[in-house]
């Protein structure tokens, strides 16, 4: 199987301008979650998907959104960007149910706010 | 919410010899405990993962055992070598509301030297 892609891998963009990150996850996985990482922070949750609906959501201001496709594909939007967002945002798919808890990480796209 | 503590933030040690990674949590539902591996500019990879109705995982050099009572658990490594050099995770989630929400520990920087 192929495995969890993102796109665009690299991303820089200026303040104030808002951008959107593609996840596309392993053929079969509901869920997608996505995370930020930083050197400061480490890897925090952002949110996750499952079947096109929200299930979680972690502490980010309401500037981060995202949404999910009938194909499972997802999407993470950040608006008005500022410099703090300068990160790798990661994703990771998974089945989504309590039997099957493994995620597996996409590559990530790292943007840069300058 | 959970939270998870790791220790050493950096370990070095030398070809061959043993290294031992510590996580603790502080959410008693947390039943879920994955490890990753990411090297310099790569995606987290699972490595290995335990469930609270087990006590001890292995997979060839690695292995991990978990203490439900006193909620830490640990990643051992054997017989290291250069390639395990990289940034390791571990991680902990429950089932209930927050099924699909990984909490990461700040990782440990390995260093194996030849």
């Known amino acids: 199987k192929a495995g969890v892609t993102q796109t665009p891998r690299y991303l820089i963009k200026t303040r104030g301008q808002q951008v959107t990150l593609s996840c596309s996850p392993i053929s079969g996985h509901r869920s997608v979650s996505w995370y930020q990482q930083t050197p400061g922070q480490g890897l925090q949750f952002l949110f996750e998907y499952f079947s096109e609906t929200q299930r979680n959501k972690g502490n980010f201001p309401g500037r981060f959104s995202g949404r999910q496709f009938s194909n499972s594909r997802s999407e993470m939007n950040v608006s008005t960007l500022e410099l703090g967002d300068s990160a790798l945002y990661l994703c990771?798919?998974?089945?989504?149910?309590?039997?099957?808890?493994?995620?597996?990480f996409g590559p990530g796209t790292r943007l840069t706010v300058t | 919410g959970e939270n998870v503590e790791q220790h050493p933030s950096t370990l070095s040690v030398q070809e061959g010899d043993s290294a031992v990674i510590k996580c603790t949590y502080s959410?008693?539902?947390?039943?879920?405990f994955p490890w990753y591996k990411q090297e310099l500019g790569k995606r987290p990879q699972l490595i290995i993962d335990i469930r609270s109705n087990v006590g001890e995982k292995k997979d060839q050099r690695i292995a991990v055992t978990l203490n439900k009572t006193a909620k830490h658990f640990s990643l051992h490594i054997t017989e290291t070598q250069p390639e395990d050099s990289a940034v390791y995770f571990c991680a902990a989630a429950d089932r209930g509301s927050t099924l699909g929400r990984l909490y990461f520990g700040r990782g440990t920087q390995l260093t194996v030297w030849p």
């Open positions: 959410d008693s539902a947390s039943n879920y």
């Open positions: 990771a798919s998974s089945l989504g149910d309590r039997a099957s808890r493994e995620q597996y």
